[in-house]
T-cell receptor, first 111, second 114 residues
Framework: DAKTTQPPSMDCAEGRAANLPCNHS???????VYWYRQIHSQGPQYIIH???NNETNEMASLIITEDRKSSTLILPHATLRDTAVYYC????????????FGAGTRLTVKP | DAGVTQSPTHLIKTRGQQVTLRCSPK?????VSWYQQALGQGPQFIFQ???????QRGNFPDRFSGHQFPNYSSELNVNALLLGDSALYLC?????????????FGEGSRLTVL
């Protein structure tokens, strides 16, 4: 599986957009980018995934660069409840029943 | 519709003992994965069960074993507990045929080994 690199921590002001980067320079053509988050004392929660096109759902947007070597998760209007550890994971469709988590980015949304 | 449920939520054991953790998957799901999360770290994949068999395994010793029952529920067993086994143990379920990559996690079982 392709390795991902994320900054260990980030801050964001409440109400502003939070942009969380992820580097996956060795990603293969059949690997998807998945994002999960883990709020303190809870299990991880799926956010979004994509292959090469940008994706949007009710939680976030995922922007994948044209060369697919990096991506950005965007929370358009961060709230205090978005404070969590965000994980970027690369997996193929055939083994995406088990996610392999790294250290993630600890996002702190400040009032 | 109940989500993933795990029991017990907290437990304390001493070194050398054995522990069994339980997981009921989300309704309709047939695949269960177990993760260990040490304090301050991301979840580490232990193994996955599908059709009552272990299908994939992470880098964990044989002291860690599991089982899946016909109703898709699962157990994680850890023998000869070590202090380093203290962690949050998470269970995740999915429907293998869907292949969406959306796993549903329980709240976890926090194990403390003294």
């Amino acid at each position: 599986d392709a390795k991902t690199t994320q900054p260990p921590s980030m801050d964001c002001a409440e109400g502003r957009a939070a942009n969380l980067p992820c580097n996956h320079s060795t990603i293969s053509g059949n690997e998807y980018v998945y994002w999960y988050r883990q709020i303190h004392s809870q299990g991880p929660q799926y956010i979004i995934h994509g292959l090469k096109n940008n994706e949007t759902n009710e939680m976030a947007s995922l922007i994948i660069t044209e060369d697919r070597k990096s991506s950005t998760l965007i929370l358009p209007h961060a709230t205090l409840r978005d404070t969590a550890v965000y994980y970027c994971i690369v997996r193929t469709m055939y083994n995406n029943n088990d996610m392999r988590f790294g250290a993630g980015t600890r996002l702190t949304v400040k009032p | 519709d109940a989500g993933v449920t795990q029991s017990p939520t907290h437990l304390i054991k001493t070194r050398g003992q054995q522990v069994t953790l339980r997981c009921s998957p989300k309704s309709g799901h047939d695949t269960v994965s177990w993760y260990q999360q040490a304090l301050g770290q991301g979840p580490q994949f232990i193994f996955q069960y599908y059709e009552e068999e272990e299908r994939q395994r992470g880098n964990f010793p044989d002291r860690f074993s599991g089982h899946q029952f016909p109703n898709y529920s699962s157990e994680l067993n850890v023998n000869a507990l070590l202090l380093g086994d203290s962690a949050l143990y998470l269970c995740a379920s999915s429907l293998k045929a869907e292949r969406t990559g959306e796993l549903f996690f329980g709240e976890g079982s926090r194990l403390t080994v003294l």
